[in-house]
């Protein structure tokens, strides 16, 4: 008892650099979302389907080759249209990537459970130098 009272503060320390870092992992850092490179992946080995979350405008800008546009306004809507079998793994994306997570979450509700963001959107997809075509 004695230690811990002389050394409560090395104690804190050693606590609270713990917990930051398990918060990543409780809080589920990157849950749901994989790099450009393990997207080619899913698409390739398992037909994955790339659904891009931005708005029309920016999807004609450009997109995954593929890809077919659901606004993430109206995905709830018509993602089961867009998208019928879900079973396959279906990957979202948007610039960023921060949409795209947002969706993940209302597809897994929609019940697509291997439903997953690419990591950085767009962006590292360029990065990657992987295709990317016009509408």
């Known amino acids: 008892m ?3 009272v002389d050394n409560w503060m090395l104690i804190l320390i050693a606590l609270s650099s713990g917990g930051m870092l ?3 992992l409780l809080r589920g850092a ?3 979302s994989l790099t450009a490179q393990g997207a080619v992946q899913l698409i390739n080995r ?3 389907v790339v659904v891009d979350v931005r708005a029309p405008e920016e999807f004609a800008a450009g ?3 593929g890809a077919r546009n659901v606004p993430l306004a109206e995905l709830e809507q018509k993602l089961p249209a867009t998208v019928k079998n879900k079973s ?3 990957l979202l994306v948007c610039a960023t990537g921060s949409r795209a997570q947002r969706a993940v979450a209302t597809a897994k509700k929609l019940g ?3 439903a997953q963001a690419v990591a950085g959107g767009l962006k590292s997809w360029k990065d990657a130098n992987l295709p990317l075509e016009k509408a």
Do not use: C, D, M, S
């Open 88 to 90: 396959l793994p279906l």
């Open 2 to 4: 004695k230690f811990i």
């Open 46 to 48: 398992e037909r994955a």
């Open 112 to 114: 697509y459970e291997q």
């Open 30 to 32: 990157n849950a749901g």
């Open 63 to 65: 997109h995954v080759t």
């Open 22 to 24: 398990a918060w990543p």
